[in-house]
């Protein structure tokens, strides 16, 4: 029932104290467009007519390693950002870029003005004009340029040899006869819908979507419910400004050249007239921005950018040599972006747990993730057998009291207690403590916790095939791993002797409800975890068959020693209730 009051509590109470569905603090998008800029569909048409959808820019396409990108010179951005993989693409592609449509909402999009520093270029969105040369036909780099009399503009993307990475480079050169100032930012963006991103009895959704800022050994990890206030700025941010979910990830990475730059984030509310912010068609628009502090330029003096851009896959061997560049490449402060994947609270353990068990792919299962994750199930069950073996002698010691506890139980019925002074006695004793099998099963949650979060966050699962699972990281499409699941938990309930003292009520429902919930859960959650799941219930079936031939539940024989306490009944007024004697 508490539960149930907390629940409901946590699911409408605490909207209407926050204020859940009160509008979001963010100014709306304002920009001067250059006569020759055609407005996006988004932009208000100053004379009330409807909005049409602009032209096209000029596209540029770029091959590079293990992905296909096209960009535009409208926006002199990423359209598409496909990945190459099977793994990924499937039978067609896979596009990194949510947000195709719009030129604001384009990743690797420049701004050049702001509060301060706007004289050097009198828009804000202007026709980029891309330059046709070799490494252009060669699908290696994209030249856009733009000038006026005041400003010239050159932006240089480049495939990067790592995978999933383009090299971004901006010149700023002032035409003016005196001092300009500007201040250039880069974004990247996205946009998911609530049915996207919510998730399903314990399953969370592969999409739901986090922004990230890292500073140094810091990293800030804001939700789509953090920015109710708007905008949220870590100044000084030399890592990198990101988008990630469980498995994919957009970052933009400030170089040594251009100096350092702010992270700005915001997850953006895109609501419907009429529509409600949880609406499932209802969604945000995901922004992770690099601003760099405002530059004042003397005549003819020239500014140079560069960052680096991933868009891709969360695997950890590409993610730890991420940005370290190459021949040519731009240098990076602190390469590497490993803490994109967020392994929560027990991550140490995690990384550990993720290590071993990629390990185990590369060496002993040879590429089989399934085999890998049942033989890390394995070895984890016996690196903690130490604190399971203290647990099952707790066990095993309670056992070999029970015709006394049993005893007691019938003596005090109707005196909890004296029952519960008796019992302190005989645990005493006999040297037995009821609690410590409970300890050992605490100390081992936080290694269960952070395999949970590793099998859940893991990309390597990504489509990956296992018995019938056509996709580890999705739910078992025939239902038979919960069901199976299910029926080997009832099993695992059924050897468990009652412990002594447990309501039968309550173990009944230990027996049916628990098997019952996860069953329903494994609907839903990664066919990974219940792999690991199915083989973790399996082993405690093995191990619970162990202990019932080591010291079988029915207690001492007929004969054997037993505790040597005996139980008598004592009359009513020997028992003084409330001053702890018997």
Not at 52 to 65: F, I, K, R, S, Y
Not at 74 to 100: C, E, I, W
Request: charged share 20%.
């Amino acid at each position: 029932v508490i539960a149930a009051a907390i629940f409901l509590f946590m699911k409408f109470g605490m909207p209407l104290i926050q204020g859940k569905d009160k509008p979001q603090s963010v100014p709306a998008e304002a920009y001067v467009n250059a006569p020759a800029f055609a407005p996006d569909l988004l932009d208000p048409r100053a004379d009330g007519k409807p909005a049409e959808a602009p032209p096209e820019g000029e596209l540029c396409d770029l091959v590079g390693n293990r992905f296909e990108a096209q960009l535009s010179s409208r926006g002199a951005a990423l359209v598409h950002f496909n990945l190459k993989d099977q793994q990924y693409a499937g039978g067609g592609a896979f596009d990194m870029s949510t947000t195709p449509d719009h030129e604001r909402w384009r990743s690797l999009r420049t701004l050049f003005r702001a509060e301060g520093a706007n004289d050097q270029l009198k828009y804000d969105r202007f026709p980029w004009k891309l330059e046709r040369g070799a490494d252009a036909a060669a699908k290696k780099s994209c030249t856009f340029t733009y000038a006026d009399e005041l400003v010239s503009l050159t932006k240089t993307v480049r495939v990067g040899e790592r995978p999933f990475e383009l090299e971004v480079t901006t010149e700023v050169k002032n035409l003016a006869n005196d001092t300009k100032s500007h201040r250039l930012a880069m974004g990247m963006y996205a946009f998911r819908r609530n049915e996207e991103v919510s998730g399903h009895l314990g399953r969370v959704s592969p999409f739901q979507s986090e922004l990230v800022c890292a500073q140094g050994k810091d990293v800030t990890r804001k939700t789509k419910d953090d920015f109710k206030d708007g905008w949220q700025t870590v100044q000084g941010a030399d890592r990198f400004a990101a988008i990630s979910n469980y498995y994919f990830a957009q970052a933009l990475v400030p170089t040594v050249e251009g100096g350092s730059a702010d992270c700005s984030i915001l997850a953006e509310d895109w609501v419907a007239d009429g529509q409600k912010r949880d609406d499932d068609k209802a969604g945000a628009v995901y922004h992770a921005r690099l601003s760099y502090p405002p530059r004042r330029l003397a005549k003819g003096e020239t500014a140079k950018y560069t960052q680096l851009a991933f868009l891709g896959p969360k695997e950890r061997d590409v993610l730890a040599g991420a940005t370290r560049g190459g021949s040519g490449a731009a240098a990076v402060t602190n390469p590497g972006l490993n803490d994109l994947i967020n392994l929560g609270f027990f991550s140490p353990v995690a990384k550990v747990l993720i290590s071993f068990l990629v390990f185990l792919h590369a060496k002993v299962t040879f590429g089989n993730w399934g085999l890998a994750i049942i033989l890390m199930t394995l070895c984890v069950r016996l690196l903690l057998f130490p604190l399971t073996w203290k647990s099952i002698s707790a066990t095993v010691g309670m056992r070999k009291l029970k015709p006394e506890v049993d005893a007691i139980n019938s003596k005090f019925a109707d005196d909890a207690q004296a029952k519960n002074l008796a019992m302190m006695e005989l645990w005493k004793k006999n040297g037995v403590n009821p609690f410590g099998g409970c300890l050992p099963q605490l100390v081992q949650m936080p290694v269960w916790f952070a395999m949970y979060t590793t099998l859940q966050t893991a990309v390597e699962m990504y489509h990956e095939r296992f018995l019938w699972f056509r996709d580890l990281s999705a739910p078992d499409p025939f239902y038979v791993l919960p069901i199976v699941l299910g029926g080997f938990m009832i099993l695992q309930q059924r050897i468990v002797p009652q412990q002594p003292g447990m309501d039968p009520a309550q173990q009944k429902m230990m027996m049916w409800l628990m098997p019952a919930i996860f069953t329903v859960m494994m609907l839903f959650l990664p066919a990974a975890l219940g792999v690991y799941m199915l083989t973790n219930s399996v082993l405690g079936i093995v191990q619970q068959l162990a202990v019932e031939r080591f010291a079988p539940s029915g207690g001492p024989k007929k004969g054997s020693a037993g505790s040597g306490i005996v139980v008598e009944e004592m009359p009513a007024t020997k028992v003084e209730l409330g001053k702890g004697k018997v």
